[in-house]
């Protein structure tokens, strides 16, 4: 097995003092929450921008390529790099979760895409060129106009992502949903709340495709609506409040602009998501799609219904549950199944020599895997997620370079294992003298 590091994952505690990849004498431009929207938002040009953590093995690699590559666009493309361990805000609005993440910002800056090449100096000029003349391409056609720039400096986002909240709709729109809401109290004549309109309102989008609708971003007229800004107590604007199911409101305090929000956003969401399903592997879809949905999927190969029972089964799942709940904010996927019953997997894995329970991590993403050394309980597999969290860690290359056949399989029925019935016969009417010979010394 190799020892190189499983992957980075955002939001580690692994501290470091570790200066940042990249100087002035670069051609790589270091972006920051204060340059970023001058530089790239409003920018004409092709980015490609790196997302890094100065203590990630991979991102330390990938620096002189970077470098390399930088050099050869210059001029042609603009190549950056974002600590985002440090610019925690940036990495959240865009989705950022594992490191190194390199995204290409073209004609609509706010969607950029995954960039998906190798990662050598020359796979990234190639994938350079190929956005560019994607975007020269579309420009011709009169399908962009490049950065759109009026549109970008109005906001980058929807007005009408911002839901209007007035003294009749608040209490059934915001107090008797399940969803979380972030609330501007705003004035129309307030120069704050009209510097902070457009980042509301490009968050607002932001947020509502991230969370897929889970939290909102609204706006209440307090001199309108004086009943609910009375309510809760609005003496200066903007001021905004964070409503959550069945808790006091509490005030915002963080940044104003759209990438704090979008981040105070998502660590909402994370904070109110339920914990995943753990789902028992039935078939190949279920497999191939949390595997290539999540950056990591947890399987747990766990002993025959025979040898633990349902009880000792649900103590094995219970403790899964614990761990999927503790590690929520990763949005992995969490997978279990039989001893026996997907062989093909077990041996893609490496499973079989090791007992059971056993559990696995794939990053399908790369086809590499990581194996439980330590006890399958909550302290053992914390500390195993743990350490691939920080990129430390054995790994190996998934059996095949592929995931492996699935066999479709019954449900478990939540029961007791029976001992299969076979066929009993009477031997009492057989008289073994007349079939057998004695020999007689």
């Known amino acids: 097995m190799s020892r190189e590091p499983f992957f980075c994952v955002l939001g580690c505690s692994l501290v470091l003092a570790v200066q940042g990849f990249y100087s002035a004498s670069d051609d790589v431009v270091e ?21 890094y953590a100065p203590w990630c093995g991979h991102c330390q690699n990938l620096t002189p390529d970077w470098k390399k590559a930088a050099t050869a666009l210059k001029g042609i493309v603009k190549v950056g790099a974002i600590d985002a361990d440090q610019h925690k805000s940036l990495g959240g609005q865009y989705g950022v979760r594992g490191f190194p993440t390199i995204k290409i910002f073209g004609a609509n800056k706010n969607k950029p895409e995954d960039y998906q090449g190798g990662r050598s100096s020359q796979a990234i000029v190639e994938g350079a060129m190929n956005a560019l003349r994607s975007l020269v391409k579309e420009r011709l ?20 992502d911002v839901v209007e909240l007035t003294d009749d ?19 129309p004549w307030c120069g704050h709340c009209k510097n902070l309109e457009p980042e509301w309102a490009a968050a607002a989008s932001a947020v509502k495709e991230q969370t897929k609708g889970k939290v909102h971003l609204g706006a209440v007229d307090a001199t309108v609506h004086q009943g609910l800004a009375s309510r809760y107590g609005i003496r200066g604007f903007p001021t905004i409040k964070i409503f959550r199911k069945g808790e006091e409101p509490e005030d915002y305090q963080g940044g ?14 994370s904070d109110n998501a339920p914990p995943p399903e ?20 947890v ?17 094995y799942l219970e403790v899964m549950m614990k761990m999927a709940e503790k590690y929520k904010k990763k949005m992995w ?26 559990m696995a991590a794939i990053n399908a993403r790369k086809m590499k895997f990581a194996l439980l050394r330590g006890s399958f309980s909550e302290t053992g597999i914390h500390e195993f997620l743990r350490d691939l969290s920080v990129g430390r860690g054995s790994t190996a290359t998934v059996g095949g370079g592929a995931l492996p056949k699935i066999n479709t ?21 057989v008289d073994l003298d007349d079939d057998f010979e004695r020999d007689e010394l």
């Open 278 to 297: 753990l789902l028992e592997i039935l078939s190949e879809d279920i497999l191939k799609k949390t595997c290539e949905d999540y950056q990591l999927c």
């Open 333 to 358: 996927g969490w997978l279990w199944t039989e001893a026996g019953a997907q062989m093909d997997l077990e041996a893609s894995l490496g499973i079989g020599g090791f007992g059971y329970p056993a």
């Open 299 to 315: 399987i747990a190969v766990l002993p025959h219904i025979l040898d633990t029972g349902a009880a000792g089964r649900n103590g």
């Open 141 to 160: 056609s009169g399908k962009s106009g490049g950065s759109d720039y009026s549109r970008q400096q109005s906001g980058g986002g929807s007005k009408k």
């Open 256 to 269: 104003r602009s759209r990438s704090d929000i979008i981040a105070r956003a998502m660590d909402l969401f």
């Open 409 to 429: 399989v019954e449900p478990w029925d939540g029961k007791d294992g029976e001992l299969p019935v076979e066929d009993e016969y009477d031997l009492s009417d």
């Open 31 to 51: 972006l920051n929450p204060s340059n970023f929207n001058r530089e790239v938002i409003q920018s004409d040009s092709l980015w490609l921008i790196e997302f």
């Open 169 to 187: 709709n608040f209490d059934k729109m915001v107090l008797d949903s399940g969803d979380v809401w972030l609330v501007e109290f705003f004035a």
